[in-house]
Nanobody, 116 residues
């Protein structure tokens, strides 16, 4: 069983920054693909960023150049650094872990609100 706990969300003004963290339990973190999704009210869940076990990254067009995903395998933690935030980035952000055998686990989500 893998448990994921997100933190770091909150209220920020447009143009500001936040760093989300996702701490994972379990022994397979370093072998897993970690991803951040987000879901805004009334919208479908959207893949924001991916980082593979080897450190390769990929981003949604809407956040490319503003968000950075990273991982610290020694701490079993994945991060999402969010800069130049916009009101349209407002959403609940979820961390997920995809295991080598295909199972996917989700965190409980953390709210990010971008508003003046």
């Amino acid at each position: 069983q893998v448990q994921l706990v997100e933190s770091g969300g909150g209220l920020v003004q447009p143009g500001g920054s936040l760093r989300l963290s996702c701490a994972a339990s379990g022994s397979f973190f370093s072998a897993s693909v970690m991803e951040w999704y987000r879901q805004a009210p009334g919208k479908e869940r959207e893949l924001v960023a991916t980082i593979t076990s080897g450190g390769s990254t990929n981003y949604a067009d809407s956040v490319n150049g503003r968000f950075t995903i990273s991982r610290d395998n020694a701490k079993n933690t994945v991060y999402l650094q969010m800069n130049s935030l916009k009101p349209e980035d407002t959403a609940v952000y979820f961390c997920t872990a995809k295991m080598p055998w295909g199972a996917r686990y989700w965190g409980q989500g953390t709210q990010v609100t971008v508003s003046a």
